[in-house]
Nanobody, 116 residues
Framework: QVQLVESGGGLVQAGGSLRLSCVAS????????TYWDRQAPGKQREMVAS???????NYVDSVKGRFTISRDNAKNTMYLQMNSLKPEDTAVYYC??????????WGKGTLVTVSA
């Protein structure tokens, strides 16, 4: 079992910044790729950003240039720095970790609300 706890969400005005954190614990093992997903009200969950064990990152087009994903393997922690936030970034943000045995884990999420 892997436990994931997200933090850092909140209410921010458009143009503002937030930094999300996700701490993993439990039977983690070696993790190759980890993800930040989000789900906006009335919409399907989508992948926002991913990062490999080696630090290679990918982003959905809508956040490129504004969000930065990073991870500290020694601390089992992943981050999402979100700058120039827009109202359309409002969503619950989830940490997503696929493990080597084929299981997928998500945290309970942290709510990000961006006001116009």
């Amino acid at each position: 079992q892997v436990q994931l706890v997200e933090s850092g969400g909140g209410l921010v005005q458009a143009g503002g910044s937030l930094r999300l954190s996700c701490v993993a614990s439990g039977n983690i093992g070696r993790i190759d790729v980890t993800y930040w997903d989000r789900q906006a009200p009335g919409k399907q969950r989508e992948m926002v950003a991913s990062i490999t064990d080696g630090g290679s990152a990918n982003y959905v087009d809508s956040v490129k240039g504004r969000f930065t994903i990073s991870r500290d393997n020694a601390k089992n922690t992943m981050y999402l720095q979100m700058n120039s936030l827009k109202p359309e970034d409002t969503a619950v943000y989830y940490c997503h970790v696929p493990t080597a045995d084929g299981r997928n884990y998500w945290g309970k999420g942290t709510l990000v609300t961006v006001s116009a």
